[in-house]
Protein backbone atom coordinates (compact mmCIF):
# COMPACT_ATOMS: atom_id res chain seq x y z
CA UNK A 1 0.00 0.00 0.00
CA UNK A 2 1.68 3.44 -1.46
CA UNK A 3 0.01 5.43 1.49
CA UNK A 4 1.01 3.56 4.21
CA UNK A 5 4.85 3.60 2.51
CA UNK A 6 4.51 7.40 2.47
CA UNK A 7 3.52 7.42 6.52
CA UNK A 8 5.80 5.38 7.12
CA UNK A 9 8.46 7.40 4.99
CA UNK A 10 6.76 10.59 6.73
CA UNK A 11 7.60 9.19 10.37
CA UNK A 12 10.75 8.49 9.33
CA UNK A 13 11.90 11.73 7.85
CA UNK A 14 10.25 13.25 11.31
CA UNK A 15 12.27 11.46 13.42
CA UNK A 16 15.79 12.10 11.55
CA UNK A 17 14.45 15.80 11.92
CA UNK A 18 13.85 15.76 15.39
CA UNK A 19 17.28 13.67 16.21
CA UNK A 20 18.97 17.12 13.58
CA UNK A 21 19.95 14.84 11.09
CA UNK A 22 18.35 17.04 8.64
CA UNK A 23 20.04 15.58 5.22
CA UNK A 24 18.30 11.87 6.62
CA UNK A 25 15.24 14.01 6.98
CA UNK A 26 15.20 14.98 3.42
CA UNK A 27 15.93 12.26 1.96
CA UNK A 28 13.09 10.63 3.51
CA UNK A 29 10.76 13.50 2.70
CA UNK A 30 12.14 13.32 -0.87
CA UNK A 31 10.80 9.87 -1.27
CA UNK A 32 7.55 10.89 0.13
CA UNK A 33 7.42 13.26 -2.52
CA UNK A 34 7.80 10.48 -4.85
CA UNK A 35 5.27 8.26 -3.90
CA UNK A 36 2.80 11.14 -3.76
CA UNK A 37 3.68 12.24 -7.35
CA UNK A 38 3.07 8.86 -8.24
CA UNK A 39 -0.12 8.62 -6.73
CA UNK A 40 -1.24 12.36 -8.00
CA UNK A 41 -1.85 12.78 -4.55
CA UNK A 42 -1.91 16.76 -3.70
CA UNK A 43 -2.29 16.52 -0.29
CA UNK A 44 0.61 14.03 0.24
CA UNK A 45 2.58 16.11 -2.08
CA UNK A 46 1.86 19.36 0.28
CA UNK A 47 2.73 17.51 3.14
CA UNK A 48 5.98 16.17 1.65
CA UNK A 49 7.24 20.08 0.71
CA UNK A 50 6.30 21.15 4.77
CA UNK A 51 8.69 18.27 5.84
CA UNK A 52 11.52 19.18 2.77
CA UNK A 53 10.61 23.13 3.69
CA UNK A 54 11.32 22.62 7.35
CA UNK A 55 14.39 20.47 7.24
CA UNK A 56 15.90 23.36 4.57
CA UNK A 57 15.04 25.83 7.27
CA UNK A 58 16.85 24.12 9.46
CA UNK A 59 19.75 24.01 7.42
CA UNK A 60 19.31 27.41 7.29
CA UNK A 61 19.08 27.06 3.48
CA UNK A 62 16.06 29.95 3.50
CA UNK A 63 15.81 30.26 -0.28
CA UNK A 64 15.39 26.48 -0.51
CA UNK A 65 13.23 26.31 2.28
CA UNK A 66 10.86 29.29 0.35
CA UNK A 67 10.80 26.91 -2.92
CA UNK A 68 9.60 24.47 -0.85
CA UNK A 69 7.02 26.08 1.19
CA UNK A 70 5.24 27.87 -1.93
CA UNK A 71 5.43 24.57 -3.38
CA UNK A 72 3.37 23.73 -0.55
CA UNK A 73 1.39 26.57 -0.85
CA UNK A 74 0.28 25.59 -4.14
CA UNK A 75 -0.66 22.11 -3.42
CA UNK A 76 -2.61 23.36 -0.83
CA UNK A 77 -4.61 25.83 -2.80
CA UNK A 78 -5.18 22.85 -5.61
CA UNK A 79 -6.88 20.72 -2.70
CA UNK A 80 -9.01 23.45 -1.39
CA UNK A 81 -8.21 22.43 1.81
CA UNK A 82 -8.01 26.04 3.81
CA UNK A 83 -6.19 24.12 6.75
CA UNK A 84 -3.41 23.21 4.91
CA UNK A 85 -3.46 26.84 3.21
CA UNK A 86 -3.26 28.33 6.33
CA UNK A 87 0.10 26.34 7.49
CA UNK A 88 1.80 27.18 4.59
CA UNK A 89 1.30 30.81 4.89
CA UNK A 90 2.49 30.60 8.34
CA UNK A 91 5.35 28.34 7.20
CA UNK A 92 6.48 30.90 4.09
CA UNK A 93 5.98 33.79 6.54
CA UNK A 94 8.38 32.62 9.27
CA UNK A 95 10.56 31.67 6.03
CA UNK A 96 10.51 35.69 4.53
CA UNK A 97 11.06 36.62 8.56
CA UNK A 98 14.07 34.73 8.67
CA UNK A 99 15.14 36.28 5.45
CA UNK A 100 14.43 40.05 6.66
CA UNK A 101 11.44 40.13 4.51
CA UNK A 102 9.05 41.96 6.78
CA UNK A 103 5.84 43.44 4.91
CA UNK A 104 5.69 39.83 3.15
CA UNK A 105 6.04 37.99 6.25
CA UNK A 106 3.27 40.15 7.36
CA UNK A 107 1.04 39.86 4.24
CA UNK A 108 0.91 36.13 4.87
CA UNK A 109 1.12 35.55 8.54
CA UNK A 110 -2.44 38.02 8.41
CA UNK A 111 -3.64 35.47 5.30
CA UNK A 112 -3.41 32.77 8.04
CA UNK A 113 -4.81 34.81 10.66
CA UNK A 114 -8.02 35.16 8.19
CA UNK A 115 -7.85 31.53 6.97
CA UNK A 116 -8.04 31.16 10.87
CA UNK A 117 -10.89 33.34 11.70
CA UNK A 118 -12.88 31.47 9.25
CA UNK A 119 -11.86 28.12 10.62
CA UNK A 120 -12.93 29.25 13.73
CA UNK A 121 -9.08 27.91 14.70
CA UNK A 122 -8.35 29.41 18.04
CA UNK A 123 -5.09 27.62 18.02
CA UNK A 124 -3.73 28.55 14.59
CA UNK A 125 -5.13 32.29 15.20
CA UNK A 126 -3.11 32.10 18.58
CA UNK A 127 0.08 31.72 16.48
CA UNK A 128 -1.08 33.92 13.63
CA UNK A 129 -1.41 36.71 16.28
CA UNK A 130 2.55 35.52 17.33
CA UNK A 131 4.09 35.92 14.19
CA UNK A 132 2.26 38.99 13.28
CA UNK A 133 3.54 40.59 16.29
CA UNK A 134 7.00 39.48 15.74
CA UNK A 135 6.53 40.78 11.94
CA UNK A 136 5.67 44.26 13.24
CA UNK A 137 8.44 44.58 16.15
CA UNK A 138 11.05 43.97 13.53
CA UNK A 139 9.58 46.52 11.21
CA UNK A 140 9.57 48.85 14.61
CA UNK A 141 6.09 49.09 14.55
CA UNK A 142 5.67 48.38 18.51
CA UNK A 143 2.36 49.80 19.03
CA UNK A 144 1.16 47.16 16.25
CA UNK A 145 3.43 44.55 17.56
CA UNK A 146 1.85 45.02 21.21
CA UNK A 147 -1.53 45.02 20.04
CA UNK A 148 -1.37 41.59 18.34
CA UNK A 149 1.03 39.85 21.10
CA UNK A 150 -1.82 41.01 23.32
CA UNK A 151 -4.50 38.89 21.33
CA UNK A 152 -2.16 36.26 21.34
CA UNK A 153 -2.04 36.56 25.25
CA UNK A 154 -5.68 36.02 25.61
CA UNK A 155 -6.30 33.15 23.15
CA UNK A 156 -2.70 31.42 25.07
CA UNK A 157 -4.73 31.92 28.38
CA UNK A 158 -8.02 30.48 26.73
CA UNK A 159 -6.49 27.05 24.91
CA UNK A 160 -4.05 26.84 28.47
CA UNK A 161 -0.56 26.91 28.00
CA UNK A 162 -0.01 24.17 30.07
CA UNK A 163 -2.34 21.79 27.28
CA UNK A 164 0.45 22.64 25.15
CA UNK A 165 3.24 21.98 27.16
CA UNK A 166 1.53 18.35 28.21
CA UNK A 167 0.90 17.73 24.02
CA UNK A 168 5.07 18.56 23.69
CA UNK A 169 5.76 16.10 26.71
CA UNK A 170 3.55 13.31 25.22
CA UNK A 171 4.63 14.29 21.24
CA UNK A 172 7.37 11.80 21.37
CA UNK A 173 5.42 8.80 22.72
CA UNK A 174 2.75 9.75 19.86
CA UNK A 175 5.33 9.16 17.04
CA UNK A 176 7.04 6.10 18.52
CA UNK A 177 3.11 4.47 18.98
CA UNK A 178 1.86 6.04 15.71
CA UNK A 179 1.80 2.49 13.72
CA UNK A 180 0.85 0.76 16.70
CA UNK A 181 -3.12 1.99 16.36
CA UNK A 182 -4.71 0.50 19.63
CA UNK A 183 -1.85 1.48 21.64
CA UNK A 184 -2.03 5.19 19.76
CA UNK A 185 -5.97 5.53 20.47
CA UNK A 186 -5.53 4.74 24.29
CA UNK A 187 -2.36 7.22 24.63
CA UNK A 188 -4.59 9.39 22.98
CA UNK A 189 -7.94 8.75 25.56
CA UNK A 190 -5.19 9.05 28.40
CA UNK A 191 -3.93 12.10 27.14
CA UNK A 192 -7.53 13.81 26.87
CA UNK A 193 -8.93 11.90 30.26
CA UNK A 194 -5.14 13.84 31.69
CA UNK A 195 -6.67 17.23 30.35
CA UNK A 196 -10.15 16.86 31.73
CA UNK A 197 -8.86 16.10 34.93
CA UNK A 198 -6.01 19.15 34.96
CA UNK A 199 -8.57 21.39 33.34
CA UNK A 200 -12.26 20.22 34.90
CA UNK A 201 -13.25 23.33 33.53
CA UNK A 202 -12.81 22.67 30.21
CA UNK A 203 -14.14 19.44 28.90
CA UNK A 204 -15.07 18.75 25.63
CA UNK A 205 -18.91 20.01 25.11
CA UNK A 206 -18.50 23.16 28.14
CA UNK A 207 -17.64 25.40 24.47
CA UNK A 208 -19.52 26.06 22.13
CA UNK A 209 -16.43 26.08 20.06
CA UNK A 210 -14.25 24.38 20.76
CA UNK A 211 -10.92 25.13 20.73
CA UNK A 212 -8.57 22.72 21.88
CA UNK A 213 -5.12 21.61 20.06
CA UNK A 214 -6.18 18.23 21.30
CA UNK A 215 -9.55 18.04 19.44
CA UNK A 216 -7.85 18.31 15.83
CA UNK A 217 -4.76 15.63 16.89
CA UNK A 218 -2.04 18.00 16.39
CA UNK A 219 0.93 18.04 18.59
CA UNK A 220 3.23 21.27 18.53
CA UNK A 221 6.78 20.13 18.78
CA UNK A 222 10.32 22.27 18.34
CA UNK A 223 8.20 25.28 17.01
CA UNK A 224 7.21 22.51 14.04
CA UNK A 225 3.48 21.41 13.51
CA UNK A 226 3.20 17.24 13.72
CA UNK A 227 0.22 16.02 12.44
CA UNK A 228 -1.86 12.75 12.28
CA UNK A 229 0.78 9.84 11.21
CA UNK A 230 3.81 11.78 11.85
CA UNK A 231 3.25 14.56 9.29
CA UNK A 232 5.21 17.33 9.17
CA UNK A 233 2.49 20.47 8.62
Not at 53 to 68: P, T
Amino acid sequence: NKMEEARALSNLGSAHHYNRDYDKAINYHLKVLQVSQDLTDKTLEARAYAGLGHAARAQNNLSKARVYHEKQLDNALQTKDKAAEARACSNMGIVYHQLGEYEAALKLHKKHLSIAKNLEDRTSQGRAYGNIGNAYSALSQHDQAIKFHKQELAISKEVSIYQYQLLILLSPVTEICVHYSSLCLHLQNTLVCLLTAFFPGEREGSRTEPSYAYDKKVLIADGLLLCPYGFLC
